[in-house]
Nanobody
Framework: VQLQASGGGLVQAGSSLRLSCAAS????????MGWFRQAPEKEREFVAA????????AYADSVKGRFTVSRDNAKNTVSLQMNSLKPEDTAVYYC???????????????????WGKGTLVTVSS
């Protein structure tokens, strides 16, 4: 299983970014997918998750209403649209998955089996 996140960059507060994660080596349409982030000197934290069908999703309270997770099963990609970015959103963002986790159980990083390399998002004030 390979996951490759992209789309990070340096933006000003209030801006938007769209992250993408390309997946291979798995039957993508049967896996729920998650996004996590890790800021310097902080633990990795849950950001968002989307079910295998795209029909349900979950968000961390800190990003609810600003971030939207979506997927395209035809292209084996999952995206994270990030609006109204804040300096505290600065982190390396990772996509991750596990065959046995659902949107409800993906909030714990230790539950995930496969991780991408991450993409850096820096939000300046």
């Amino acid at each position: 299983v390979q996951l490759q996140a992209s789309g990070g960059g340096l933006v000003q507060a209030g801006s938007s970014l769209r992250l993408s994660c390309a997946a291979s080596g798995l039957r993508f349409s049967t896996y729920s997918m998650g996004w996590f982030r890790q800021a310097p000197e902080k633990e990795r934290e849950f950001v968002a998750a989307v079910s295998w069908s795209g029909g349900s999703s979950a968000y961390a309270d800190s990003v609810k209403g600003r971030f939207t997770v979506s997927r395209d099963n035809a292209k084996n990609t999952v995206s994270l649209q990030m609006n109204s970015l804040k300096p505290e959103d600065t982190a390396v963002y990772y996509c991750a998955t596990s065959r046995y986790q659902t949107v409800a159980t993906m909030r714990t990083a230790n539950n995930m089996d496969y991780w991408g390399k991450g993409t850096l998002v820096t939000v300046s004030s």
